[in-house]
């Protein structure tokens, strides 16, 4: 079946502009987390949806990042005036309910500042 | 302040030998481990997992260890393969009331398993 897709792949935007990136998770899938991984570093974690439940935000590094999932499907990860330190890999995750651990990745959005 | 280390960025080793990755952990609140593999341009795959009630999982190939007193795991991999050759990721996870399994992850380690 269709795993976790995400766009754009890659992203190239000046210093101060937004940007979004789309993540559609694995159908049936409840549980949803955003991560980024900067150079040289391991998986960051970002924001958490599970269903109809509050996210869990702690991982926001500043208020200019924001996350969206409509209707327990689709997520959207919205960064406000860039700055180059926001240049990472983002990756979306998935998994089928909240008590799983294991979670379904798609191939990231690569997003350079410059 | 790292929880999850992955101290060797790099391993090289040759066909058919035995792959040993390891991870460190400073939470005590950790208790479920996993290890993910990652290839160029793609996302991390799970790969094999395991709850700290238990000191080792075997699957295939692939084998975790896990030393609780010590915090450190391992992942050994016999006989490795060329097609091993990957980024491989520690994760671990603390149940946290309910409301989430967030992953923490190490650096990572890139194996490659030469012909």
């Known amino acids: 079946g269709a795993g976790v897709s995400q766009s754009p792949s890659n992203k190239v935007t000046e210093k101060g502009k937004d940007v979004e990136l789309r993540c559609d998770p694995i159908?049936?899938?409840?549980?949803l987390y955003w991560y980024r991984q900067s150079l040289g570093q391991g998986l960051e974690f970002l924001i958490y949806?599970?269903?109809?439940?509050?996210?869990?935000k702690s991982g926001l590094p500043s208020d200019r990042f924001s996350a969206e999932r409509t209707g327990g499907s689709v997520s959207t990860l919205t960064i406000q005036r860039t700055q180059q330190e926001d240049s990472a890999v983002y990756l979306c995750?998935?998994?089928?309910?909240?008590?799983?651990?294991?979670?379904?990745f798609g191939p990231g959005t690569r997003l350079t500042v410059t | 302040d790292q929880q999850v280390k992955q101290n060797s960025p790099s391993l090289s080793v040759q066909e058919g030998r035995i792959s040993i990755l390891n991870c460190d952990y400073t939470?005590?609140?950790?208790?479920?481990f996993l290890w993910y593999k990652k290839y160029p341009a793609e996302g991390p795959t799970f790969l094999i997992s395991?709850?700290?009630?238990?000191d080792k999982n075997e699957d295939g190939r692939f084998t975790v260890f896990l030393n609780k007193s010590a915090k450190h795991l391992s992942l050994h991999i016999v006989p490795s393969q060329p097609g091993d050759s990957a980024v491989y990721f520690c994760?671990?996870?603390?149940?946290?009331?309910?409301?989430?399994?967030?992953?923490?992850f190490g650096k990572g380690t890139l194996l490659t398993v030469n012909p």
């Open positions: 995750a998935s998994s089928l309910r909240q008590t799983s651990y294991e979670q379904y």
């Open positions: 159908s049936g899938h409840t549980a």
């Open positions: 949806f599970q269903g109809n439940s509050a996210p869990d």
């Open positions: 939470n005590s609140m950790f208790d479920y």
């Open positions: 395991i709850s700290s009630i238990k």
């Open positions: 994760a671990a996870s603390a149940y946290s009331g309910g409301s989430n399994y967030k992953l923490t």
